[in-house]
């Protein structure tokens, strides 16, 4: 493999992956908050009517 | 596809028997699993920021990812091993944890770029390929560093999620 097409796969696998899986796990990492928030307060939060739109 | 038989396979095992009932023996491994994730973690740290030029500029690039590679798979060996024993104490609650599949994604993710990768982007970068053979050989210097970046946000989501089983 010539150092030209490695250089692009790599730029393209690294860059799906900083963004594809960062979406993924902040989408995730918020979703958990705010099951904690519903977990912990006795008013629904508006985040939870949201994740389940 | 449903795996759950896996994991009740894991909870019915002997092995889980073990990690209830001996809490002594729980802690130690538990002990093993951090030790080893700081040992891969903090290998991956040093060759990443390495590349980008951030830690020991005054070593050779090729050095440090030479030396750290063994390190790296014993370090990866151990969080494997340990993993699976603490993993069976809890198997079915992990089964339906959406953090402890996130950081089983994480980690294939993390092992697949490594092993392909990172391995042969480091092995091009244009310092390394500057000590041995011509520069047309060498992947461009920014690609090292995204493939660096990519790789440390990689491992750092590994780490957080397995803190994240804990407080879910």
New interface residues.
């Given amino acids: 493999m010539t150092a030209n097409t490695l250089g692009k796969i790599a730029a393209v696998c690294s860059i799906v992956i900083i963004i594809g899986w960062g979406v993924y796990w902040a989408v995730q990492v918020q979703d958990t908050m705010c099951l904690l928030e519903a977990a912990t307060s006795e008013d629904m939060p508006e985040c939870l009517e949201q994740m389940y739109e | 596809m449903d795996i759950v038989f896996i994991f009740e396979w894991l909870d019915a095992s002997w092995l889980s028997e073990l990690a209830r009932t001996s809490a002594g023996v729980f802690s130690m491994v538990q002990a093993v699993h951090i030790l080893s994730m700081i040992m891969l973690c903090g290998m991956l740290i040093l060759g990443d920021l390495r590349m980008l030029n951030v830690v020991l500029t005054g070593v050779p690039s090729d050095v440090i990812i030479q030396n750290t590679k063994k390190w790296i798979y014993i370090g990866l060996v151990g969080i494997i091993l340990s993993g699976i024993y603490e993993a069976s104490a809890i198997a079915m609650k992990l089964a339906t944890n959406?953090?402890f599949w996130?950081k089983m994604a994480?980690l294939a993710?993390g092992i697949v770029?490594l092993l392909s990768?990172r391995s042969?982007?480091y092995s091009?970068a244009p310092e390394v390929i500057g000590s041995n053979g011509p520069q047309?050989?060498?992947?461009?210097a920014w690609?090292v560093k995204?493939?660096a970046?990519?790789n440390l946000?990689?491992w750092f989501?590994v780490a957080a999620?397995g803190r994240?089983i804990g407080f879910?």
Avoid: C, H, P, T
């Fill in positions: 959406s953090f996130a994480g993710m770029f990768v042969a982007v091009r047309s050989d060498a992947v461009e690609v995204l493939v970046l990519a946000f990689i989501s999620n994240w879910s």
